[in-house]
């Protein structure tokens, strides 16, 4: 198993503003969940950020938009921000909060591409740039086809809108692409050279090309240039091994509706690390449900049904006090599938 990609940590505890920082191994890059408080984090770490995604924009999930702008003023920085629908006039609002009179004065650009998942997998997208004193510009309708936010190449974020007592509360996946690995003393043994025709096999595999597609292996050795066809096929089991990618999901403020479920079910399905609510303890899901939010319970049973690998429950209502850890007990136990923590029907 490779190392994995993504190096997620939960910033504020379980209890506080729900707020998941994303590193990435290998590179200057990282993604924030949720922008709640965040002053526990480094500038230099909120610097890496390439892209924000807001599940909506209750004080807890949005209230420090300004201090993450005032850590990018002044460099040259371009961040992409996702949300819900309503989330660009929300962004504008915070940015018309302050005056911007000496904003064309700086050579830096902060430039905002700010993104709004709606249904029918449709968007909407606008921009905003310190230089043009952040007003709203290129705003326009996008397709979001599979409600796929982002896909780069190296990591594809997919998100779903779920209710949140009648608000859209955004949820969403992030899968990093598949890992080939070519083995080198494989390509000793079979007498095959290195050279850029590796990743064009690495692509070919990626791409799913059919096992008998001719693959050219060229390389020099001693200045000659040395040439094989091969099979794609048996390349592929000679001497690659492919492994998945990590995907990691983050699911909060969404009470625990039949159409909730089936939309967080399918960002949850397989995740190795996932992020849940759990606002409120199960005895009191009446309340739970007035809110628009899940019980511990009901988060372990959602995470352990789409066969996610580690829970890490959080959000906890601070109605709680002592007992907090109790909502992380429970949490774990109806994930692990304990005996009584289980829910009889889903309407439980
Ligand atoms: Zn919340």
């Not at 950020?49 to 040259?76: C, G, Q």
């Not at 700010?114 to 309708?141: K, P, S």
Request: hydrophobic letters at 40%; aromatic letters at 8%.
């Amino acid at each position: 198993m490779p190392r994995p990609l993504f190096q997620p940590i939960v910033l504020n505890g379980p209890q506080g503003d729900p707020v998941v920082y994303v590193d990435f191994l290998f590179s200057r890059r990282a993604l924030l969940f949720d922008l709640g408080n965040i002053r526990a984090l480094a500038p230099r770490k909120v610097l890496r950020l390439t892209d924000v995604f807001v599940s909506h924009t209750h004080m807890d999930h949005f209230t420090d938009f300004a201090w993450l702008l005032r850590l990018l003023l002044v460099r040259d920085i371009e961040i992409r921000l996702f949300g819900p629908p309503g989330f660009i006039r929300h962004v504008e609002c915070h940015l018309a909060a302050f005056e911007w009179n000496l904003a064309h004065k700086y050579e830096e650009d902060v430039h905002l591409t700010v993104t709004e998942l709606h249904a029918d997998e449709r968007g909407r997208r606008a921009e905003f740039r310190f230089r043009h004193r952040f007003a709203r510009e290129n705003d326009r309708a996008v397709d979001l086809p599979g409600n796929v936010l982002l896909d780069d190449g190296r990591i594809t974020v997919t998100a779903a809108l779920l209710d949140h007592q009648g608000l859209p509360s955004m949820a969403w996946s992030v899968e990093e692409g598949r890992h080939v690995n070519i083995w080198r003393n494989r390509l000793d043994e079979l007498g095959l050279g290195t050279g850029p025709w590796l990743s064009r096999l690495r692509q070919a595999v990626l791409d799913g090309r059919p096992d008998d597609e001719v693959i050219v292996a060229e390389w020099r050795r001693d200045g000659r240039l040395e040439r094989q066809e091969w099979r794609l096929g048996d390349l592929r089991r000679e001497v690659l091994r492919v492994t998945a990618g990590q995907k990691i999901a983050y699911v909060v403020d969404c009470g625990f509706s039949g159409e909730n479920r089936a939309r967080a079910s399918s960002l949850l399905a397989g995740a190795h690390t996932a992020f849940v609510e759990a606002a409120f303890l199960h005895e009191d899901a009446d309340r739970a449900e007035e809110r628009g939010h899940l019980t511990a319970r009901q988060a372990g049973w959602l995470a352990r049904e789409a066969g996610v690998e580690r829970l890490v429950p959080l959000h906890f209502s601070p109605r709680y006090g002592e007992r907090v850890g109790q909502l992380e007990t429970e949490a774990l136990a109806a994930f692990r599938g304990d005996e009584g923590s289980g829910l009889v029907s889903a309407r439980q």
